[in-house]
Nanobody, 114 residues
Framework: QVQLVESGGGLVQPGGSLRLSCVASGITLWFYNMGWYRQAPGKQRELVAQITRGGGANYADSVKGRFTISRDNAKNTAFLQMNSLKPEDTAVYYC????????WGQGTQVTVSS
C-alpha cells in the first residue's frame, strides 16, 4: 500500500520558517518527480514547487526566493523549506509523487499569523 505522510506544519508568525517533510512508503521516490501543492480555504489547489528525479527544481512565482524543495532518496523523503513566511502562505500543504495521476499525501496545515 502506497502512503505519503506529510509533517512539519503548524502555526508560525509572519517572517518565520517551517520545514515540511513527506515520507513515502510502498513506493521508491527515486523513480518519481515530486511536487508540493497547497490549497487555501475557498481556493483551488495550486502547485508550489516541483523537483525532478534528477534534482532540477522549479517554483511558483509567489514563493521564489523563499521556499526550497529538496529530496533525500536514501530516506525516501521530500522536503519543503519555507522561509520568510507570509499570511498568504496559509494553506494545507500536500506532497505528490508522480505526474499524471500520481500519489498524494493527506496534507499538513500551515498557518501564518501574528
Amino acid at each position: 500500500q502506497v502512503q505519503l505522510v506529510e509533517s512539519g506544519g503548524g502555526l508560525v508568525q509572519p517572517g518565520g520558517s517551517l520545514r515540511l517533510s513527506c515520507v513515502a512508503s510502498g513506493i521508491t521516490l527515486w523513480f518519481y518527480n515530486m511536487g508540493w501543492y497547497r490549497q487555501a480555504p475557498g481556493k483551488q489547489r495550486e502547485l508550489v514547487a516541483q523537483i525532478t528525479r534528477g534534482g532540477g527544481a522549479n517554483y511558483a512565482d509567489s514563493v521564489k526566493g523563499r521556499f526550497t524543495i529538496s529530496r533525500d532518496n536514501a530516506k525516501n523523503t521530500a522536503f519543503l523549506q519555507m522561509n520568510s513566511l507570509k499570511p498568504e502562505d496559509t494553506a494545507v500543504y500536500y506532497c505528490k509523487a508522480g505526474d499524471n495521476g500520481g500519489y498524494w499525501g493527506q496534507g499538513t496545515q500551515v498557518t501564518v499569523s501574528s
